[in-house]
């Protein structure tokens, strides 16, 4: 199965591309302000789906980091809200310290994507990081939202068009038609007419329409005079 290169599925979880995504935005703040950090990022369901530790973090930092983004997936918000604690019963790794940032869809904040958390610098410096990733990936989501917007538009206005077009057909082909049956109807008038015409003519000659007219045009007294020898001066 093709890799998704979205940011989130329909479950609505964190991809891959996603993960990188906010990974590479997160590590980019870090080296932007020269604090070398381990930054990871879960899915919806607190599994790690990407992680990097920058050169110079420390190696506490790397489980820390881990844990914290579980920990604000799992429980579905910032880690910084929590007071200094720890969730012995609790099956998921807990740390309530640091910059675990959830992820939540744009369009439903009840919807968790994930979350990330960077460690090894101060609290503000990884939460500054964490939130980096965060509104890389959000922007990401938005940018695919609104491409698909425009993509179901254009397919919407395609489709209108197409209709438009074949509205025009139809009423070409139905404006022929009524010419069509217009001139079938003038024709036969025409005909039923002619063969009135010639109906009363050939009565007027004394023949019917179907009497050649050579024979309708001999005079029936010539022919009874013929018959009776009556001789004619030529």
Known sequence: MAASVAATVALPSLTQNGAKVALQAAEQHALEIGV?????????HTHLLAFTRLDGAN????????????????????????????????????TSIG????????SNTNNILGAIACSSGSP????????????AVLALIQKEKQDNDR??????QAVLNLWKEKEEEVGSLREELERGSKRMRFDEY?????????????SAHGRTPDTPPEEGEIQPSFVGEVALGREYDL
């Open 190 to 202: 025409s005909v039923r007419k002619g063969s009135i015409c010639l109906s009363s003519a050939g």
């Open 36 to 44: 070398p950090m381990s930054i990871a990022v879960v899915d919806a």
């Open 151 to 156: 993509r179901l538009e254009s397919e919407r």
């Open 124 to 135: 503000h410096q990884d939460e500054a990081a964490a939130q980096a990733g965060r509104d």
């Open 59 to 94: 190696i506490t930092s790397i489980k820390r980091a881990i844990d914290l983004a579980a920990t604000a997936a799992g429980d579905r918000q910032p880690t910084p809200t929590y007071q200094e604690s720890s969730n012995l019963n609790s099956a998921i790794p807990t």
């Open 99 to 106: 910059s675990g940032i959830p992820m939540f869809s744009p």
